[in-house]
């Protein structure tokens, strides 16, 4: 008892010292960081600008994540009638235990799809009926997330939460080829003159053989933006998407026959 007294009168003293060792705020007028007060105008010096654009072209095709493999699609023509044509499930949504980050991609008269539980899905175009449905997940493997899918020489290649590529027929949804990685994937991939591209949770850039198997070629450090595609330029590089800081890296040729040999398989 006598000890929650001399506390109690403390308390007084305790408040004081804390009172006076409270520095002032600062002098000025105090403004809102959050608040747009400026309001956008038009620069006057370019208002009588000509803005002139090319023609609309009708894309008939999205293979990869950002429509082709360098990401570049002009001027794309847009219907005047946009309305919805069709729904159609393409599996589990996003939870708890795993989430949808594959972009869908179209090809002639299919489109293809991933769910969270990395089932790819083909779809016709038209009708939307469900062609066929491939899970590519690992036997007795748990929940992931991630990956994404790409068309490319009749195959959907399919990147996964599970540091895997996998190769699967377009036409049947069958399973071509499996090949492992460094590192889980998050990103879709990207596929040029043969070659599959595609980016690890850990920034490494792995480069497979579309047409011999997934064998591997190689591996180059990238940037931190793991949620995005590489991108592939008229040039024999692979290069960051826009507003990653990057540098470009060449890309190997894909292996000949005799020097199929001496390429090691990533385990």
Same mark, same amino acid.
């Given at each position: 008892?006598?000890?929650?007294?001399?506390?109690?009168?403390?308390?007084?003293?305790?408040?004081?010292?804390?009172?006076?060792?409270?520095?002032?705020?600062?002098?000025?007028?105090?403004?809102?960081?959050?608040?747009?007060?400026?309001?956008?105008?038009?620069?006057?010096?370019?208002?009588?600008?000509?803005?002139?654009?090319?023609?609309?072209?009708?894309?008939?095709?999205?293979?990869?994540?950002?429509?082709?493999?360098?990401?570049?699609?002009?001027? @794309?023509?847009? /219907?005047?009638?946009?309305?919805? =044509?069709?729904?159609?499930?393409? $599996?589990?949504?996003?939870? %708890?235990? !795993?989430?949808?980050?594959?972009?869908?991609?179209?090809?002639?008269?299919?489109?293809?799809?991933?769910?969270?539980?990395?089932?790819?899905?083909?779809?016709?175009?038209?009708?939307?009926?469900?062609?066929?449905?491939?899970?590519?997940?690992?036997?007795?493997?748990?929940?992931?997330?991630?990956?994404?899918?790409?068309?490319?020489?009749?195959?959907?290649? @399919?990147?996964? /939460?599970?540091?895997?590529?996998? =190769?699967?027929?377009?036409?049947? $949804?069958?399973?071509?080829? %499996?090949? !492992?990685?460094?590192?889980?994937?998050?990103?879709?991939?990207?596929?040029?003159?043969?070659?599959?591209?595609?980016?690890?949770?850990?920034?490494?850039?792995?480069?497979?053989?579309?047409?011999?198997?997934?064998?591997?070629?190689?591996?180059?450090?990238?940037?931190?933006?793991?949620?995005?595609?590489?991108?592939?330029?008229?040039?024999?590089?692979?290069?960051?998407?826009? /507003?990653?800081?990057?540098?470009?890296?060449?890309?190997?040729?894909?292996?000949?026959?005799?020097? %199929?040999?001496?390429?090691?398989?990533?385990?």
């Amino acid at each position: 008892m006598t000890g929650l007294r001399s506390l109690l009168a403390l308390l007084p003293a305790l408040a004081l010292v804390a009172c006076e060792t409270t520095k002032p705020p600062l002098p000025g007028e105090r403004l809102s960081v959050l608040r747009l007060d400026k309001q956008l105008e038009p620069d006057p010096q370019i208002a009588t600008l000509e803005v002139r654009l090319p023609r609309p072209v009708v894309n008939t095709d999205w293979p990869e994540a950002g429509g082709y493999p360098n990401h570049v699609m002009q001027h @794309v023509a847009l /219907g005047e009638d946009i309305a919805t =044509a069709w729904r159609t499930n393409i $599996g589990d949504g996003s939870s %708890r235990y !795993g989430r949808i980050m594959a972009p869908p991609v179209a090809f002639g008269d299919q489109l293809f799809a991933m769910d969270a539980d990395s089932t790819i899905s083909a779809i016709e175009r038209k009708s939307g009926r469900q062609i066929w449905d491939t899970n590519v997940k690992p036997e007795d493997a748990g929940p992931a997330f991630g990956g994404g899918i790409a068309f490319a020489e009749d195959r959907i290649f @399919v990147t996964t /939460g599970y540091a895997q590529v996998v =190769a699967l027929d377009a036409k049947t $949804g069958k399973e071509v080829w %499996r090949q !492992g990685v460094s590192a889980p994937l998050r990103s879709a991939p990207t596929v040029s003159d043969g070659r599959l591209f595609a980016v690890t949770v850990d920034n490494q850039l792995e480069v497979l053989a579309c047409r011999r198997r997934g064998i591997f070629l190689g591996r180059a450090l990238r940037s931190a933006c793991r949620k995005r595609s590489p991108v592939m330029d008229r040039q024999p590089r692979c290069r960051a998407p826009d /507003g990653c800081a990057v540098g470009a890296c060449r890309y190997p040729r894909p292996p000949s026959h005799r020097s %199929r040999s001496r390429l090691r398989r990533q385990p």
